[in-house]
């Protein structure tokens, strides 16, 4: 496009003549076979050959079809990077470097510099953790009061919440705060020079309903918020429609080390406003994914026959070799529309709301999706140690000070995750039936069980009738 644009209609005519005279073409030496082309003599071929009848008409469409695009173009710039790489190419800039570092910023993310990265060595056969200490981000986070801390009494967070217009929320964040914003078609990035378009001309960066934003105190290099609806105040709830935008986002990254995250209430969710976590795990994990990912899946897949193409499986948590936590690992084929991945983890999701349980999302790639039910956050709040939200859950523990920096062993990382965090292999069994999930035995006998009901309320039926009768 940026070649052909300063031309006219005529040489843009004449060039797709031209080059699509040099795919249909007949002549001595090039011959079109049903093995393809074959060139005994490219250059007399080059000299000599004409246009095959056939391929005429198709010749001026291809030329007219060139030149109606070039006229009704509205592609002013096409992005060279997936819409990740632009965010954290703004999120660079605005952050700066350790002599410069960026006013908007509580705490800064500095690799080797003021941040920290070391390997918790598993035993043989387990999975690697990383730990990670920053000590201004934990002097200097903005945090919202939790339920739990203002109130002893209450056991566990509630997993929903109204919004709280009082408490802060992202539509108090300054406007120099946002990177970006976009919808399912378009981004608008920052600034007025800096406009990428998928497929629509834009109105103005206004027009977008979705935005995001820089963390203030991040944990990764490029860490961000991705702000569904940011003007409608949408609490901490995720929904089908929520989830797609995050989804649809993932779909358009095209860095191989970014995630996405989501705590729930109850999960240690700080804010209680609708949003994501975009972290760049480059520079934080050796091979640049989360640990939990390089755990395996176990049992057979768990399918659902409204979802066809989706499954789930749980994924190894024993002692020897598994993860600390349980989690379900939904995925589906590459060619799969979003809306399949997305309805299949809402199932879980909405069965996870409906039981109460806090959880955590990690959106690994647009079609393979962890679900991470957990214990209620009050349950490491009322406890010493640790604390594991999302990032932590997925492998990246981030200290609250020098002293667990220099204490914390994989031990007692893992520990921590399966007295304080995992739900029992007997509450997680039980989830995916519930959003309609079922395993091939699994269905045999709950077909089984359905014909013994139908028999048992057959013969039920019976008898009534025949003591109505018997009265009569």
Request: charged residues 20%.
């Amino acid at each position: 496009h940026s070649a052909i644009k300063p031309l006219s209609n005529i040489q843009v005519c004449s060039l797709s003549i031209l080059l699509s005279r040099a795919i249909f073409l007949e002549g001595d030496g090039l011959v079109a076979t049903s093995d393809g082309p074959r060139c005994d003599d490219l250059e007399i071929a080059a000299l000599n050959t004409r246009p095959r009848p056939a391929a005429s008409a198709l010749i001026l469409a291809l030329a007219v079809g060139v030149v109606w695009c070039h006229q009704n173009s509205h592609i002013t710039t096409m992005p060279r990077d997936g819409i990740d790489k632009q965010v954290y190419a703004i999120w660079q800039v605005i952050h700066g470097d350790p002599s410069s570092p960026g006013p908007l910023f509580r705490s800064h993310f500095f690799l080797n510099d003021t941040v920290k990265h070391k390997e918790l060595v598993a035993p043989p056969g387990a999975i690697d953790v990383t730990l990670q200490f920053n000590e201004g981000h934990w002097k200097s986070k903005r945090k919202e009061k939790d339920v739990a801390q203002i109130d002893p009494n209450v056991l566990d967070v509630p997993v929903t919440r109204d919004f709280n217009p009082s408490a802060f929320h992202f539509g108090k964040m300054k406007d120099d705060e946002v990177l970006l914003r976009f919808d399912h078609s378009w981004w608008f990035l920052r600034g007025d020079d800096d406009v990428y378009v998928k497929s629509i001309e834009p109105d103005g960066d206004e027009a977008s309903p979705h935005a995001v934003a820089i963390n203030v105190s991040p944990l990764a290099v490029g860490h961000s918020l991705i702000l569904p609806w940011l003007a409608e105040s949408r609490p901490q709830l995720l929904e089908f429609h929520a989830l797609s935008v995050a989804v649809r986002f993932m779909a358009e990254c095209s860095n191989r080390d970014s995630r996405i995250l989501f705590n729930s209430l109850g999960g240690f969710s700080s804010v209680n406003h609708l949003h994501f976590h975009l972290v760049n795990m480059s520079g934080i994990s050796p091979d640049k994914r989360t640990p939990i990912e390089r755990a395996a899946l176990i049992g057979p897949a768990w399918t659902n026959r409204k979802r066809p193409g989706a499954t789930l499986h749980f994924i190894d948590t024993s002692v020897e070799a598994g993860w600390g936590c349980g989690a379900y690992v939904i995925q589906v084929p590459v060619d799969a529309p979003i809306d399949t991945i997305t309805t299949a983890v809402e199932d879980v999701v909405a069965a996870l709301y409906i039981a109460s349980i806090p959880f955590h999302l990690l959106i690994a790639t647009s079609k393979k999706i962890y679900v991470i039910p957990r214990q209620n956050q009050a349950v490491q709040e009322r406890t010493a140690g640790l604390r594991q939200a999302a990032f932590e859950v997925v492998g990246v523990q981030v200290c609250l000070g020098p002293h667990q920096w220099e204490n914390t062993t994989w031990a007692e990382f893992t520990d921590r995750l399966r007295t304080t965090v995992s739900l029992k292999p007997s509450q997680l069994a039980v989830i995916p039936p519930r959003a309609g999930w079922t395993t091939p035995g699994a269905k045999n006998i709950l077909l089984e069980t359905s014909s013994l009901q139908l028999a048992v309320a057959l013969a039920v039926g019976a008898v009534i009738i025949g003591v109505l009768r018997y009265r009569q």
